[in-house]
């Protein structure tokens, strides 16, 4: 599995890009942690934005503070819904991210589906959230996962992405 990571300025870019995907029918959100709900499950992207707000304010000073997470198996792996949600859930609470709120959305607008991930790279008390080690962190964590899930060890693992 290879995970690209992005850190950016821009949280409602990150959010428009995925909701575009599913307005487009190439992505759904299978899951959300920590969000807002909505009565019927649809969501906009200031409604997703919405989510963030208590963070993004109490932010002091980390600059790039939305993360955009990519999740990649191998295009030989057969990745359930379930278990993309699962792994989801694996990868944030590994990488620190476990306690924030995030939203995840399957991708299917190219051959092999995958995931993306949006959440904030600060807590709720605006601190910043380690990226100390992130590229060796997430490396290992995708060969756990992929042990764990039984997918296909990718020799690559780790691209960051900066907007």
Known sequence: ?????????NLYGALAYNQLKV????????????MI????GH????????SFQPYIMANRNTEKIA???????DPRDHV????FKNIAEDYMQKM???????????????????????????DEEGQKISDRF????????CREIEQKYNLTTSKGGFKVVLF
């Not at 599995?1 to 300025?9: D, N, P, Q, Y």
């Not at 190439?26 to 942690?33: E, F, M, Y």
């Not at 620190?96 to 600060?122: A, C, L, T, W």
């Open 23 to 34: 307005e487009e029918k190439n992505a759904k959100i299978i899951l959300t942690h920590k």
């Open 1 to 9: 599995m290879i995970a690209k990571i992005g850190r950016s300025t």
């Open 134 to 141: 992130e590229k060796r962190r997430s490396m290992n964590i």
């Open 96 to 122: 620190g991210y476990g306690n924030q709120p995030f939203v995840v959305f399957k991708h299917s607008d190219i051959e092999r589906s995958h995931i993306h991930i949006v959440s904030v790279g600060v």
């Open 67 to 73: 993360v955009h997470i990519s999740l990649n198996p």
């Open 37 to 40: 709900e909505t009565h019927d």
């Open 43 to 50: 969501y906009s992207v200031s409604q997703l934005a919405r």
């Open 80 to 83: 359930s819904e379930e278990m």
